[in-house]
């Protein structure tokens, strides 16, 4: 009789494809990154085969499935304690040897298990074989079926097998340990069965863990057991699964001396303990180039779009006889404001694009590798790089990935830290005022920004370190993927997604932004002004003059603009669009009418300059705000990061402009 509803776990190695896969059945558009450690929530998505619904659930990527990590409690809880009714044991069959440790692990488990070998192509490519029929009979006889999710061969053939083989528990004992544990093993199942009444598959899985010393399960099956386990069997049974996994290599994968030359050779150059670091920064230096060159050569076309619709707005608008403060609104409040931002969108694309071919080139896991050095001597491990890394992109999804840190307190400095990485949302604010005062270097002036971040985080992490005398972390243990050619499917996926984010803060964040700044540019509490300066918005500006006038930027527009950032960085830019009511601010007339309103003030490069360095390393937007508060749980913790990266942002504002005005 067919089930009602399956309920699948996709569970892997990090890097083994499983969540391409995931989507590939699901059409979820889920993040999808070359490095380990990205998923690290219970990801939910539905399907159909032969009538029957399936509910699929992407588990955290992991390698074994003991209770140190987070990813592994994650996994192991929802496959002990969910409605996991069959499991899709993902395999990068490139690397059958270092996966095969958790498909052994969940064959012991009492699951129905379906071993997908992801990556043949890859297989191939390296000149490798994989015997399909004995590898079955090896691991008790389960379905074993190649996929490519990359290239979404073989997806019916799973789902054929997770509807027909529901229900198959493999046999508990596909290999056995030596004599001695698996003596204890059968006294402790007679115990635990005595004890608890389980079934007899999970009934061996937890004898092998009380062997192992697992805490957990310690915990949850209180027995006596000093007569049977007079040590730490940990090492033992972990050496009886890698000698198993020995033989299924020796018989079922054939040509395995051949090796991918082409990854050792291309790591000998991009991991190299001196050079590692420079040529990371070249490849960021290489992005800025192409955000620059090819973003600003299709932002020209957004700017004619934008004007085109803000002239017939405006004419459609003096047609229908609209009052005049609602035209205002509409043009110079809600299209300067929303449409400014829009014409960024070219070098946001840009940006992602290359950002997305690195990471699933494979080369990003090697960033964390370069750096681990240097964020072990401020008592980080190269792990903890992996998130701030992911601040390039947005700051809330890597605030998000802290996750993956063992220890509260790594997991608190790196989210410290994170917030430096310039994000996407500060890139207009860079485009905008380095082209405006430094048009001949205007990707450099960008670029010293990104490198900024990354020398304040790294800086303020030694400083922190020193006080809280914490110790140089320890080695990093990190899997650096196989370099490959990085999939169409997957870079659309991380592109549009990207993308899709920036348009929805458009109209959402930036529109509602756009419309509260321009009521409080024209009215006041007698109602609508002529004179900007009479306005509510110039009062809260005054408010900020005093102390922003030390860091050159006494400009009442200004503060209002800082302010108004914190809902989220672009609209400061948008910001200054209404402010200054410039209507294409992107656009060549746009940025002179702009630099002229300024410069009437004596605002000039090195104003200019302090304004981008106070943007980078003031106080977060509102959404990572509310991440750090869901993450720390605490307030305090989160009001803390918010005043120490406002205080900083000044103090080093204020260094700069008064040392710069010194000599310029």
């Known amino acids: 009789m067919s089930p009602k509803k399956i309920t699948v776990a996709f569970v892997g190695n990090p890097n083994c494809g499983k969540t391409t896969l995931f989507n590939a059945f699901t059409g979820a558009n889920l993040k999808v990154a070359n490095w380990p450690g990205v998923t690290v929530e219970r990801k939910e ?22 209770s140190y990590s987070m990813e592994e409690k994650v996994a192991r809880r929802e496959i002990l304690e969910g409605n996991v009714d069959v499991i899709v044991n993902v395999v990068d069959a490139s690397s059958l040897e270092r996966n095969l440790y958790l498909t052994l692990q969940l064959l012991e488990m009492g699951k129905p298990v379906i071993l997908a070998l992801n990556m043949m192509d890859i297989v191939e490519e390296r000149g490798l074989e994989i015997d399909l029929h004995r590898l079955p009979e090896m691991l008790g006889n389960i379905p074993v079926i190649p996929v490519s999710a990359r290239r979404r061969t073989g997806l019916d053939i799973l789902l054929h097998a997770v509807v027909h083989h529901y229900g198959e528990v493999p046999d508990e004992k596909i290999f056995l340990y030596n004599e001695e544990i698996e003596d204890k093993i059968s006294q402790i199942q007679k115990i635990l069965k005595k004890e608890y009444g389980e079934e007899h598959g999970i009934l061996r899985w937890h004898a092998i863990k009380l062997l192992e010393f697992d805490q957990t399960v310690q915990e949850e099956h209180p027995v006596d057991l000093k007569h049977i386990i007079d040590r730490n069997y940990e090492i033992d049974i972990i050496n009886g699964k890698y000698a198993y996994i020995d033989e299924i290599v020796a018989e079922c994968l054939l040509h395995k001396e051949k090796k991918a030359a082409m990854t050792e050779k291309a790591d000998g150059f991009l991991t190299h303990p001196v050079w590692g670091v420079p040529i990371f920064l070249g490849i960021i230096a290489c992005v800025f180039f192409l955000t620059f060159t090819v973003g600003d050569f299709l932002k020209g076309y957004f700017e004619v779009a934008l004007d085109v619709i803000s002239e017939n707005a405006e004419q459609l608008l003096n047609f229908l006889h609209a009052s005049t403060w609602l035209t205002a609104l509409v043009v110079d409040g809600i ?16 940006l992602f694009l290359a950002l997305a071919f690195l990471e699933d080139s494979g080369y990003m896991a090697r960033v964390a590798y370069v750096m681990d050095g240097i964020m072990g001597k401020v008592g980080l491990s190269g792990k903890a ?8 992109g947005c700051t809330v999804p890597a605030i998000m990935a802290t996750r993956t840190l063992e220890k ?9 830290l994170t917030p430096f990485m310039s994000c996407s949302a500060r890139l207009p604010i860079y485009v905008l005022f380095s082209q405006m005062f430094f048009p001949n270097c205007a990707m450099l002036v960008a670029y010293s920004l990104y490198v900024i971040g990354l020398l304040a985080a790294i800086l303020i992490a030694v400083v922190i370190s020193k006080v809280t005398k914490a110790k140089e ?28 984010d920036y348009l929805t803060k458009a109209g959402t964040t930036i529109f509602v932004a756009s419309i509260v700044l321009w009521f409080l540019l024209n009215f006041n509490q007698y109602g609508m002004v002529e004179q900007v300066s009479e306005s509510f918005g110039a009062s809260i500006g005054h408010f900020f003059v005093p102390v922003l006038s030390l860091a050159g930027l006494g400009l009442w527009q200004i503060g209002v603009a800082l302010l108004s950032g914190i809902s989220a960085k672009e609209v400061v830019v948008s910001s200054f669009s209404v402010l200054f009511a410039v209507g294409n601010i992107n656009s060549a007339a ?6 002229s309103a300024l410069g009437g003030y004596g605002f000039g490069p090195l104003n200019a300059y302090v304004l981008m360095i106070f943007c980078l390393l003031y106080t977060p937007c509102a959404a990572t705000i509310a991440t750090i508060r869901k993450e720390t749980r605490s307030w305090r913790w989160t009001l803390g990061v918010v005043v120490f990266q406002l205080v900083l942002a000044w103090a080093v504002a204020v260094v700069i402009y008064q040392v710069g005005s010194l000599f310029l």
């Open 473 to 500: 972390s320890g080695m990093l243990l990190i899997e650096l993927p196989e370099y490959k050619v990085p999939n169409g499917r997957t870079i659309w996926i991380y592109v549009w997604e990207k993308v899709k």
């Open 385 to 392: 790089f992996l998130p701030m890394v992911l601040g390039f």
């Open 590 to 595: 746009g940025m002179s009418q702009l630099a």
């Open 335 to 350: 299209i300067a404001g929303v449409g400014g931002i829009l014409t960024f969108l070219p070098n946001i694309f840009i």
């Open 408 to 416: 509260e307190s790594d997991r608190k400095r790196t989210m410290l």
């Open 45 to 66: 998505g539905y399907t159909k085969y032969e009538g029957i619904p399936l509910t699929l659930v992407d588990l955290p990527g992991t390698y074994s499935l003991t």
